[in-house]
């Protein structure tokens, strides 16, 4: 059964040029309500558990360093349909491959430096808000 939230990551890349509030900005407008957030920055041991899923990857431990290397905005969203909609808005990987108007075609600088991450699954959507979030800290 689908699930009415979803979880993102404003990326090192996009907090460290000053992007935080165009993409908040578009999150707001598309029908997001931010159900929890919080300004942080990972340990290179968080960001490999939290990219654990890809460890056996050759990119591994770039991401790790990479997601490590500033601090990140974590934000839980809700909406209907959250997971595809918010996957909708953020765009492809691959910014030169993003539709115009998604965050990615806007803020993205590369393939690694792609200014947010957003979840693929509401399964996941609910393992990575849980990383990051107490039941006490959404609302």
Known sequence: MATNRTFTMIKPDAVENNYIGGIL?????AGFRIVAMKYTKLSAEAAGKFY???KERPFYGELVNYMSSGPIVAAILEKENAVA?????????DPTKADEGTIRKIYAK???ANA???????????LEGDFYFSKLERF
């Not at 909609?85 to 990987?93: E, M, N, S």
């Not at 947010?116 to 609910?126: F, K, L, R, W």
């Open 25 to 29: 900005k578009m999150i707001n407008e």
């Open 52 to 54: 654990e899923i890809h």
């Open 85 to 93: 909609d918010f996957r909708t808005l953020i765009g492809a990987t």
């Open 110 to 112: 590369s393939i690694a």
């Open 116 to 126: 947010v991450h957003g979840s693929d699954s509401d399964e996941n959507a609910q």
